[in-house]
Every structure is written in C-alpha cells, then in structure tokens.
C-alpha cells in the first residue's frame, strides 16, 4: 500500500510537470511604431500555436485602415508587418487583443509616438489597453519589472532547477550564497545575449537546461543515500556554473519581446530585477510550504518526501531532454 500511494503521487507529480511545460513561457508581442502624423508601422509576433487554435489577433481602433501587410514564419513564430493609417493619433485610444482571454499567456505592448514610449501587457483578464497621454517612465519599469516576475513564475524548467537546488541546501548561509551564484551567473549572460554579445542557439540552450536539471536531480538522490558530489558539496558552485546557461534561456524569453535598442537598457534591468523578485518570491513560498508541512508531517516522511521530489523532477527533466534533443536528431 506505502509503495502504491507513493507510486500515485510520482505520477500526479510527473503529469503536473508535463502538462505544464506544454504551455510555451514565450509570450505575444505587439509593436506600433508612429512614422508619421497619424500613421504607424505595426508588429505583431505570435506562436502559430495562438493562431491556429485561439485566432489571437489585434484590434484597432474603427477610423484606422490596415494596409501594406506582410508576414513570415520562423521557428513556429508568426511575424506580421504593416501599415496602420488613421484619422487621429492613437494616443489616449484603445487597442485589443482578440480571443485572449481563451489563452493562460500574455501578450507584451510597446507603443512609441515622439516622445512617448508606452510599455504595457495584455492578458485574459486585460484584454484591452488604453494608450496614456501621461505615461511615465516609473509605470514602464514597474511593468517591465511585472513581466519578469511573470515570466519566471511559468519558467518551469527555471524553477525545477531552482527546487534541485534547495533540495541540496542545509544551512541558511549556503542557501544565500547559491542564490546569489545564481543570480550573478544568469544575469551576466542575459546581459550578454540580449545586447547581441553572444549569440547561442535556444534549442542548445533549453536541451542544457533540461540535462543541467537531470545531473541536479541525480546528485540529490546520490546525496540522500550518503554519497556527496560537487552538487551537494559545492552547491553555489554548480549554481553558477549552470546559472550561466539559465540566463540564456532568460534571454530568449527578453528578446521576444524584440524591444528598440533605446530600450534595451532599461528593460534588461528591469525585467531582471522582475526575474529575481519572483525567484524569492517562489522559494519564500517553498519555505512557507516546507515549514508547514514539517509542523504536521514526522521527519521520516519529509525525507522520503524530498527522495520522491527529486525522482520526480529527473523524470520529468529527462523526458524534456529527451523530447528537445530528439526535435534535433534527423530521422
């Protein structure tokens, strides 16, 4: 009977996981752009998978006419150009993102006009966006700051590592010191990519990422049956060295934003400092959780517990390794 119920929970464990990677962390973007008095130049990127099954789509105001419009496929992504000619300027007025609220992803607005730069975000539950005359600068770092947070919050993978990581962790110190290894590590490669230093391709990135989270779980197990690897003794160590790696993935995530350079900058740091607040905010809430259960639950059932944690995040880690690694393998 202990080994069915334990059975049953790997396997809820397992399917959550999987069923939460199938949704793609990349979210929609929308771009207008004034070239002119009342007219715009317009980008809409969007995973196919938007398209196909939701019909997302942009809505403009009624005295705006569409024309010149082009589009393209890459990678499963939709890119559609445009020009948008309309009667009066597009600010104070309001655009939609049709069907939206039939998805759980977001879509990321930028609109510039002379000085003004706009930077908001749809969502089911704002699926429409009133341009501000008075936007400033603090609301589009609050809300570059708002995606990062929520962009590491449904980076699965990201807090799979994060979780192999804790699990590894004793002493209060060395959780400090890991997390700040991993924040150096990740920011410096996210900063490199994203200004165009380096450039590494997002499937080698996320197949790493898979397998980073695969050896993490191994050295848990290893280290609950007495056998103490570089991961186990060295934590903020391996937090580094893989944290460089994670930072790419971070970047693919940023640059789908495909913000203008003179944005860069700002949204980089903010969408960073977003990054890090939700990476506390997701191990406050795993402390929270772990110290409830430790109130209720005896010692031996905690440890066996975390041993089920960690058979389970290698599971599912090594069928993301395996999946992304076979979409490169030619048949």
Known sequence: MKNNHMTRLFLFFFLLCNSLYGHSIKPGYLE????????????????????????????????????????YQDNNILFITSTLQCKETLMGKSISIQNIEKETRSVIFHFSENNTSYFSEFNPTNPTLAIKNDTKSSQNRLNYISSGIKHILIGYDHLLFILGLLLLIYKFKTLIKTITAFTFAHSITLGASVLGFISI????????????IVILAVEVIYAKKGKHGLSSKYPWGVALFFGLIHGFGFANVLAELDLPKEHLLQSLLFFNIGIELGQILFIGLLAIFYYVLKFF??????????????????????????ERLSSVIPY
Not at 49 to 67: D, G
Not at 307 to 319: D, E, M, N, P, R
Request: aromatic share 14%; net charge positive; charged share 20%.
């Open 297 to 322: 639950m005896r010692e031996k059932y905690l440890v066996q517990g975390k041993t089920l944690v960690a058979y389970s995040i290698g599971s599912v880690a090594s069928f993301w390794f395996i």
């Open 32 to 71: 207008i752009v004034s070239v002119g008095e009342y007219t715009y130049k317009t980008k809409w990127k969007v995973p196919l998978k938007y398209i196909t099954e939701t019909s997302l789509a942009p809505l403009f105001p009624e005295n705006c006419k569409i024309s010149k419009v082009d589009h």
């Open 201 to 212: 391709s997002e499937l080698f990135i996320e197949i790493i990422i898979a397998l980073s």
